[in-house]
């Protein structure tokens, strides 16, 4: 996260902040998000199952994916240096490109796409996100993710 002036966040539009750290998707992070979402499709939860697949083992749940963003993107935000608080405002696209297969290391690439000052103290952020996988070419998932800030 970095801490930036009004002015400063208002010009961010076409800033690369970098990408983080690698973060790998194991398989019990896989069977942990399957009971949480009750989603238990052979192709995230069943190796054996999953093995006689094109992607020959199992794979992450594309919202598990997802999911891994706030994490990821923790230390690649911006912020006004009098935020009260930032909230989730959605997405304008969001593409799942690449499964992530079982023991993977997936880090998030962003850019902020546009800060449009929507309410004097309220800032709505459009972040471009690319999730990586490593060793891969085209990323897990690709997305404009929207962040609404409001400052004191």
Not at 17 to 23: A, I, N
Not at 30 to 38: P, Y
Not at 93 to 109: E, G, I, M, Y
Request: proline share 5%; net charge negative; charged share 20%.
């Amino acid at each position: 996260m970095a801490i930036v002036s009004k002015e400063e966040l208002l010009s961010a539009g076409g800033t690369n902040l970098g990408t983080s750290d690698w973060l790998q998707v194991d398989q019990e992070r896989i069977n942990q998000f399957a009971d949480v979402t009750l989603d238990h499709q052979f192709i995230h939860i069943d190796p054996v199952a999953a093995a006689k697949t094109p992607f020959g083992g199992t794979v992450a749940h594309g919202f598990l994916s997802l999911s891994l963003l706030p994490f990821l993107m923790k230390d690649l935000t911006l912020v006004p240096d009098n935020v009260v608080m930032g909230v989730n405002y959605g997405f304008n696209s969001l593409r799942f490109l690449s499964p992530v297969p079982v023991n993977s290391k997936v880090r998030a690439n962003v850019s902020v796409k546009e800060v449009v000052e929507k309410k004097p103290g309220q800032y709505l952020i459009t972040y471009a996100v690319a999730l990586e996988i490593e060793g891969v070419e085209k990323p897990a998932l690709v997305a404009e993710w929207l962040t609404m800030i409001f400052t004191g």
